[in-house]
C-alpha cells in the first residue's frame, strides 16, 4: 500500500514548550515516519523556536507567532495558510490532524479530511476562557471527522458542544513501552518512596495530595513525596504554588515532600522506577499519558475515580482508585500501597500487563493507520 501524507496541526511540538499534546504528536509522528509515511507538522510556536527543519525523518514547521495580539491573528493566519499550500502543492496530504486549539486554522475549503483529536479542550476542563472556546467551536466546524483519546473525553466533549449524532473514532493514547521497562539497570526502588507527575495546577489534585501528606506520615514515618512538574505559567501565578501548599504543612512533614520542579522527559523514567506507589488524583483528565507511564513501569499506581480512571484502571487488579476531591481517600490508598508489598507488586505485575494488551505502541499505531487508510479510502 502506498504510503500516506499526514500534516499534524501542533503548536506543542518538542522542543519547544509542550505538554501531553506535544508529546502524543511527536510519538505518533516518529513512529509513522518510521513506517514509511511521509509527515508534516505545522503550528505556531514563539519567535525563538520559528523555522523549518527535519526531525527524526519529520518534517516540522513552526512558524512564528510573534507581534501584537490583534495584529498577529491576521498575521499567523496569512503564514499558516500559505505553509499549508506549500505543502499541499509539493505533496496532496492524505489526512491532517490537529487538536481543539490547532484546526481552527484551516481555510473553509480544504481537499481531504480533516481530523480532529480530541485530548480535552477547553470546554471539557471547564476553562471559561471565551477566545479559547470560540477557537475550539469553529475547530469542530473545520473538522470532517472526530477522533478522541478515550470514552471520557469523547462523551463529555459531546454532551457539552452539544454534536449531536456526530460519529466519534476512539483511539486510545500509546505507550513505548521500552522508555518504561520496569527494569532499568542500577535503578532500585526506594522504600517509601511516592512519585507524583504533572503541572503543578488545581486540575490535577496536588492540593489534596499534599493535604494528605500528615496523616500518610504519621502511618508510615518512611514516606517521602517527589513531585515532578512545574506551574502552569500561561498566566504566571503570583505565588508559586509549590510554595503555598508547603506552607499548609508543619515543617517536619514539609521535610518529607520535594519539589523537582519541571526536568526533561529522560528524568521521569528513572524517577518512576524508585517508586513505590505513582499518585494521580487529577480532577479532570481525558486520556494522562502520565498514568499510562506509571502502569508501563510496573508501579503500583492510584488514580482517580473519576474520569478515565474507570476505563484505564480495574481498581484492586491494575492499580487503586481513590476520590481526588477527600484528601483521606487519597492517603488511605497510598498508605495500603506503602505498607502491604505483595500488593504493590501484583498491580505492577497486572498494571504492565495490561498497558501491553491495550496501549502498546505498536498496536495502537497500526490502529491509527487503519483509521487514517479507512478516512482517505487508501
Avoid at 512564528?64 to 505533496?91: T, V, W, Y
Avoid at 513505590?276 to 499506581?301: D, F, Q, R, T
Avoid at 488511605?332 to 498494571?351: M, S, Y
Amino acid at each position: 500500500m502506498k504510503p500516506l501524507h499526514i500534516c499534524y496541526l501542533c503548536s506543542e511540538y518538542p522542543p519547544a514548550p509542550h505538554g501531553g499534546i506535544g508529546s502524543f504528536t511527536q510519538t505518533l509522528a516518529r513512529s509513522l515516519a518510521k513506517r514509511g509515511h511521509k509527515i508534516s507538522i505545522l503550528g505556531l510556536y514563539p519567535g525563538r523556536y520559528a523555522g523549518a527543519a527535519a526531525e527524526d525523518g519529520v518534517n516540522v514547521i513552526r512558524i512564528s507567532r510573534q507581534g501584537p495580539p490583534l495584529i498577529r491573528i491576521f498575521r499567523n493566519r496569512i503564514k499558516f495558510e500559505k505553509a499549508l499550500s506549500d505543502l499541499q502543492a509539493a505533496h496532496p496530504i492524505d489526512i491532517l490532524e490537529g487538536g481543539e486549539m490547532d484546526v481552527y486554522l484551516l481555510p473553509k475549503v480544504f481537499p481531504g479530511r480533516a481530523v480532529l483529536r480530541m485530548h480535552g479542550g477547553p470546554t471539557f476542563f471547564h476553562e471559561g476562557h471565551r477566545m479559547r472556546e470560540w477557537k475550539e467551536r469553529r475547530s469542530f466546524q473545520r473538522a470532517t471527522d472526530l477522533c478522541a483519546v478515550s470514552h471520557c473525553v469523547a462523551d463529555g466533549t459531546a454532551k457539552l458542544l452539544k454534536l449531536g449524532n456526530r460519529p466519534i473514532e476512539v483511539i486510545h493514547n500509546p505507550i513505548d513501552m521500552r522508555s518504561f521497562s520496569g527494569a532499568q539497570a542500577g535503578v532500585e526502588e526506594q522504600d517509601g518512596l511516592i512519585v507524583f507527575a504533572g503541572v503543578l495546577s488545581e486540575r490535577k489534585g496536588i492540593r489534596q495530595l499534599i493535604q494528605a501528606m500528615p496523616r500518610i506520615v504519621a502511618e508510615v514515618p518512611g514516606a517521602l513525596l517527589e513531585v515532578y512538574g512545574g506551574d502552569l505559567t500561561d498566566p504566571p501565578p503570583k505565588v508559586p504554588l509549590s510554595l503555598e501548599l508547603t506552607q499548609l504543612l508543619s515543617p517536619e512533614v514539609a521535610k518529607r515532600v520535594i519539589w523537582k520542579g519541571r526536568v526533561d522527559r529522560s528524568v521521569l523514567p528513572g524517577a518512576i522506577q524508585r517508586a513505590n506507589v505513582c499518585v494521580y488524583p487529577s480532577h479532570i483528565e481525558a486520556m494522562p499519558i502520565a498514568w499510562l507511564e506509571g502502569l508501563a513501569s510496573g508501579k503500583a499506581v492510584v488514580a482517580s475515580e473519576t474520569g478515565p480512571g474507570p476505563e484505564l484502571i480495574d481498581d484492586g487488579v491494575t492499580g487503586l482508585l481513590c476520590n481526588p476531591s477527600d484528601p483521606n481517600s487519597i492517603a488511605t490508598a497510598i498508605i495500603r500501597v506503602l505498607k502491604d508489598k505483595d500488593l504493590r507488586q501484583r498491580l505492577g505485575t497486572n498494571a504492565r500487563q495490561m498497558v501491553k494488551e491495550r496501549f502498546e505502541l505498536e498496536m495502537i499505531i497500526d490502529k491509527n493507520v487503519e483509521y487514517y487508510r479507512r478516512l482517505a479510502g487508501a
